[in-house]
């Protein structure tokens, strides 16, 4: 095959492929679900951005302390009522969303860098290499996710970055199974027989023309587990193995309001409702853009 041949067989396909997200973002739009979910991840991003300047009351964020307003329940000035030192509470569950977000996002980086490689040459070289990465990706597999973030993390010392680094531990295995499973069913394409024709080395097969044509169903992963992750996370948090005081998380909030549950039942009605509409903005999202790639996609 020459390398006009080549090349007419990528760009064709580059062409189709162009099409097909045009027809599919319009699919995307259509469904009133993904919209939702959308609108719901933006409105939290926004709020994570913007924290700063429309937070009402910034320095709650801190060692500020009101023993003078504690425990005041939802007003006019403190919608979302104080906490047990006097903090506002919509202050804290709008930077709040600063730490799951970032939690979310790093977790996931990590785990699509780690996995992703490996995936791809477990996949492609096949033989032996696949079969050590794939036992390896098993054995981690067997091990429930919170289990071995909270085993980690209880070894280190409880801040924000070992608890990301403990959940990211055991994360990127769904990302190699995965990409291992997609790209058995790409390098049989054409173009990568092309590729392979012209002498092209694996790595470039493997990382320049396959890896471009699985992104779909990596992207609807990526987003469904971001919301599983801003779970996990406020799940340390709550254990106090998070982020460490003063510093707000949604999950650190509602462990402290559980004490409290009856009589000052704002504490942790309100971190818990920011967790389930984040967590629901990302899975509308990801579950409307499974449908417009026509993916399947473990979960």
Do not use: C
Not at 36 to 46: D, E, F, P, R
Not at 200 to 229: H, Q, Y
């Amino acid at each position: 095959m020459s390398v006009l041949e080549r090349d007419r067989i990528i760009d064709e396909s580059a062409r189709q492929r162009l099409r097909d997200v045009r027809k599919k973002g319009r699919r995307f739009l259509q469904n009133p679900l993904s919209a939702v979910g959308l609108l719901i991840v933006l409105t939290v991003i926004l709020t994570a951005i913007f924290a700063p300047v429309i937070a009402p009351y910034p320095a709650d964020t801190g060692d500020t302390l009101h023993f003078d307003q504690t425990n005041e329940a939802p007003s006019i000035e403190h919608p979302m009522g104080t906490d047990t030192v006097g903090r506002d509470v919509l202050t804290r569950v709008m930077y709040g969303a600063r730490i799951s977000l970032l939690m979310g996002l790093v977790v996931v980086s990590i785990a699509v860098a780690i996995g992703v490689p490996l995936g791809l040459v477990a996949g492609y070289l096949g033989g032996w290499v696949n079969t050590v990465i794939m036992r390896v990706t098993d054995i981690f597999l067997a091990i429930p996710p919170v289990l071995l973030a909270l085993s980690i993390t209880a070894v280190l010392t409880a801040n924000l970055w070992n608890a990301m680094i403990a959940i990211a531990f055991g994360w990127w295995t769904w990302y190699a199974r995965l990409v291992q499973g997609e790209v058995l069913s790409v390098k049989e394409e054409e173009f990568v027989e092309a590729s392979e024709s012209l002498g092209a080395s694996w790595p470039r097969v493997a990382f320049k023309e396959i890896l471009p044509n699985i992104v779909a169903p990596l992207t609807v992963k990526a987003t469904l587990d971001m919301g599983a992750v801003i779970l996990v996370g406020a799940a340390l948090s709550f254990l106090g193995l998070g982020a460490q005081p003063p510093t707000p998380t949604w999950g650190r909030m509602i462990s402290i309001g559980r004490d409290h549950v009856t009589s000052q039942w704002w504490l942790a009605t309100f971190p818990g409702l920011a967790i389930s509409f984040t967590v629901l903005g990302f899975n509308l999202l990801g579950d409307g853009l499974r449908d417009m790639f026509d993916v399947e996609v473990e979960e």
